[in-house]
C-alpha cells in the first residue's frame, strides 16, 4: 500500500526543471527537442532552431544531454581571455550586468579589473573581471 504522503511520479517534473543548466538538451511532452535557457515561476525559457520559447514546466519530459559544467566555465573563461587580448585602448565593450548591457570605452587592464571609460559623463570605471564580457564591433 502507498503512503498517502508518498511524491507522486507526476509531481516530480518541476524538481528536475530547477536542476537544470543552461544548455541542457530536454524533451518535451510534445516530443520536441529543445535547448533549456532558463527557469521562470511556473515556465521556462527553451531554445530551437534560434528561437526562444517560454513553455510550461509540465511541458518538460526528460533530459536527453547534460551540458558540462566544467567544461563550459573553463570555455568561458578562455572567451574572456580572447575578448580581453582583442581588445585595443579606444575599442568599444560591454558588460553583461544582471542581463543590462552596459557600455564602456577600453583603456587597459590594470591587476585583476578591466579599466573602461563611461561614455556619458567620460569618468574612468574599474570593472571586475567576473562579469561577463563583449567586444562592440562598429
Known sequence: MEHQYAPKEKNMKPLEVMELHTGDKIKLTNGDIMEFVELKRTK??????????????????????????????????????????????????????????IVFKFEEVKGQKIIGINPINGGKTRIDMSFEIGKIEM
Do not use: C, H
Open 44 to 101: 521556462f525559457v527553451a531554445s530551437m532552431n534560434g528561437q526562444n520559447y517560454r513553455v510550461p514546466i509540465n511541458m518538460y519530459d526528460s533530459v536527453i544531454e547534460k551540458v558540462d559544467i566544467n567544461k563550459l566555465t573553463e570555455i568561458k573563461k578562455e572567451e574572456k581571455k580572447s575578448i580581453l587580448s582583442e581588445l585595443k585602448k579606444g575599442d568599444w565593450f560591454y558588460i553583461n550586468k544582471n542581463g543590462n548591457a
